[in-house]
């Protein structure tokens, strides 16, 4: 077994890339894509889509992780702070100027 701590952050740094370009797309991913995308299994999702959720709400901005959701039920998990499967989340997120922001 490895001693190697895994970096969440990095994680999240390179998911936020992927979810701007899908709020660009005005589209949404399964927690699996999102998961692929970066390179790892689905079940840690929750360690990488906090820091970007937490970060956008101390920043003012809507939360990104609306974008992910489960395939099966089409709506964001347990660990998503907004309501589950309100279209007003992905429309704020489709609207905002992402391209603006440092």
């Not at 992910?68 to 989340?89: F, I």
Request: proline share 4%.
């Amino acid at each position: 077994m490895s001693d190697q701590k895994v970096d969440q952050l990095q994680r999240a740094g390179r998911l936020w890339l992927i979810l701007v370009r899908t709020a660009k797309a005005e589209t949404s991913v399964t927690y699996k894509q999102a998961a692929d995308e970066i390179g790892i299994h689905w079940r840690p999702m929750a360690y990488v889509l906090g820091p970007i959720q937490d970060y956008c709400q101390s920043e003012g901005y809507p939360r990104l992780t609306a974008l992910v959701h489960n395939k099966a039920s089409g709506v964001q998990g347990g660990g998503y702070l907004g309501v589950p499967g309100d279209q007003t989340d992905l429309e704020e997120i489709y609207q905002f100027d992402w391209d603006n922001l440092e």
